[in-house]
């Protein structure tokens, strides 16, 4: 079976680290790399990464780098990449490290769903882990105000999330992309540091022809905002932010003006329901995309 490359970034992920390698300890795939990247490395990290690697017998799999800054999720992720692709890795599976899944067959259905359907993107329906409701059964892009949209997100599950087939977005907490998709659309862009960066590389790759394959019958369990912290003042930040990068970066001039001009009214809206403190951190996130926008940025694909 084809090599696959596993791609988590870890940021104070203590934990939930057991049980994302009590996960990857039950599949039946066995031909893979775990290329694990630390943006908060730390002696009890790395004790804990050796204890975990030796109690779930997956030592020869693992390959940590421990960044000495720093470097954001999308940055992260392309460290990843560009080792699995050196490595001959024929897929790269982006996926969170706080996230659990129960289906032993869970990666070797992937992969080979991946090479009988040549398949270039795949992603399977995930759970809220606390509630077992949808967080996201493949999703969409409102281009008009420039946001995701989850399919089925706070539902139970139901048949109308249980039918295959393609979605236009879909978030990289756990994707198989096929390597050429990082050779013809290139690396994640390093310049949103987190948030929206996975919403810009499947936008890119969809421009060039790629579609996400939605498979429902493989399900994971998503423990949502724990990387993150949830809506903290890094959330509002960075979406902030990277919401009106990505409209300047990638949208045609006519579609983008209508996008600028709902992110700003919303902005507007949300000033309101935010406190002093919050309001500051929205305005430098604004602020700061804008000149974000216009300098001369350093795009590594």
């Known amino acids: 079976m084809r090599k696959t490359g596993l791609v ?8 939930v680290l057991e049980g994302f390698f009590k996960s990857l300890s039950i599949q039946d795939y066995s031909n ?27 030592e020869e799999k693992l390959r ?11 940055e992260g992720n392309n460290q990843g990449i560009l ?5 001959n890795c024929d897929y790269v599976l982006l996926l969170n490290n706080d996230i659990e899944f129960r289906q032993p067959y869970l990666l070797s259905a992937m992969v080979k769903l991946a090479a009988d359907r040549h398949e ?11 509630s077992r409701t949808i967080w ?22 139901g048949p109308q999330f249980s039918t ?16 050429e998709v990082f050779e013809r659309t290139g690396l994640m862009d390093a310049n949103y540091f987190v948030y929206y960066d996975d919403t810009d590389f499947i936008y890119r790759a969809g421009k060039r022809g790629y579609r996400i394959f939605y498979e429902p019958g493989l399900t994971i369990d998503h423990k949502v905002g724990n990387s993150s912290g949830g809506f903290s003042n890094t959330y509002i930040y960075y979406y902030n932010r990277n919401r009106l990068y990505f409209i300047v970066r990638n949208f045609p001039f006519l579609l983008a003006l209508r996008a600028l001009a709902y992110y700003m009214a919303s902005r507007i809206v949300s000033f309101f329901k935010l406190n002093a403190s919050q309001r500051k951190v929205q305005w430098k996130g604004i602020r700061d995309g804008i000149v974000l926008c216009f300098k001369k940025r350093k795009v590594q694909y």
Not at 64 to 74: D, F, H, K, S
Not at 151 to 157: F, H, I, K
Not at 164 to 179: S, V
């Open 120 to 130: 270039k993107i795949i992603v399977p329906k995930i759970f809220f882990s606390d």
């Open 64 to 74: 940590y780098i421990a960044n000495a800054n720093n470097v954001g999720v999308a």
């Open 32 to 58: 893979y790399i775990l290329y694990l990247i630390d943006n908060s490395p730390s002696p009890q990290t790395n004790s804990l990464i050796h204890t975990l690697q030796e109690k779930y017998r997956i």
């Open 164 to 179: 295959p087939g393609y979605c236009e977005y879909a978030p990289t907490c756990f994707m198989l992309i096929d390597r």
């Open 136 to 157: 996201t059964a493949g999703g969409a892009l409102d281009k008009k105000r420039a946001l995701t949209i989850h399919y089925g997100e706070g539902q139970p599950d």
């Open 83 to 87: 080792m699995a692709i050196k490595d």
């Open 8 to 15: 988590t970034v870890l940021y104070k992920s203590d934990n």
